[in-house]
């Protein structure tokens, strides 16, 4: 009997954070800028351009930015989560409607490698985070600049043994492509998922997802 390969696909901000980049930068910018969220929020922008937008008005040094991504707050437990899916032969897939950039810069320190989809990004001290739309991405999306749910899908059309965990709107297509069992959710996610009576596994800390999976402790 073969088996099946097993991923987990994973948002990253609110999700293997506690709190979003976007939410950190409006708390270093002037009360005006959450403008092209307030728009984004009314369907009158796109969630790519919103985020864009937000993220260049920052005026910010290197150390700064890393102060900010420190308000982030990683999940203290990503280490071990990760490695506890890698051992019981899951792979982990992050997919994210933020930047590369910062992603990248706080996986680095932890020696966590994995394939990141997620909007490519240049970062200029003092002058802003220039987000920019990844058209050459087979996921892209002028909405999201990556279309999670067709990550998923992707993967579900391989027959993996498929699993989602996330926490904000862009996550509400891809978190119903997945079965209940392998569905996880927080924050907005959850809320969204239990109005529309949808089963979800919660998860109050990322490091659960794993132990969930996979049985043991992470």
Same mark, same amino acid.
Request: charge should be negative; aromatic fraction near 12%; include cysteine.
């Given at each position: 009997m073969t088996t099946k390969n097993k991923i987990l696909i994973s948002d990253f901000d609110g999700t293997m954070t506690e709190r979003d980049f976007f939410m950190v930068a409006l708390s270093h910018l002037p009360p005006g800028a959450v403008a092209?969220?307030? *728009?984004? @929020?009314?369907?009158?922008?796109?969630? =790519?351009?919103? !985020?864009?937008?937000?993220?260049?008005?920052?005026?910010?040094?290197?150390?700064? !930015?890393?102060?900010?991504?420190?308000?982030?707050?990683?999940?203290?437990? !990503?280490? @071990?989560? =990760?490695?506890?899916?890698?051992?019981t032969g899951w792979a982990l897939v992050i997919a994210s409607a933020g930047c590369s950039f910062y992603i990248e810069r706080m996986l680095a320190p932890t020696g966590i490698k994995v394939h990141i989809h997620a909007n490519p990004g240049e970062f200029f001290p003092g002058r802003g985070l220039f987000m920019k739309p990844p058209r050459q991405s087979p996921f892209f999306s002028a909405e999201t600049g990556i279309d999670k749910a067709?990550?998923?899908?992707?993967?579900?059309?391989?027959? =993996?043994?498929?699993? =989602?965990?996330?926490?904000? *709107?862009?996550? /509400?297509?891809?978190?119903?492509?997945?079965?209940?069992?392998? *569905?996880?959710?927080?924050?907005?996610?959850? @809320? @969204?998922?239990?109005? $529309? $009576?949808?089963?979800?596994?919660?998860?109050?800390?990322?490091?659960?997802?794993?132990?969930? /999976?996979?049985?043991?402790?992470?």
């Open positions: 092209p969220w307030k *728009r984004y @929020e009314q369907g009158l922008a796109s969630h =790519f351009n919103a !985020l864009a937008e937000i993220f260049s008005g920052l005026r910010v040094d290197e150390h700064e !930015l890393d102060n900010m991504l420190a308000e982030m707050k990683v999940e203290s437990c !990503l280490v @071990e989560g =990760f490695e506890h899916l890698h051992h067709a990550v998923v899908q992707h993967y579900l059309d391989q027959d =993996f043994d498929t699993a =989602f965990a996330g926490d904000g *709107r862009p996550d /509400l297509a891809p978190a119903l492509l997945i079965p209940p069992e392998r *569905r996880f959710a927080r924050g907005w996610l959850a @809320e @969204e998922l239990e109005s $529309r $009576r949808e089963p979800f596994v919660y998860f109050d800390r990322w490091c659960d997802i794993p132990v969930s /999976l996979c049985g043991g402790s992470a």
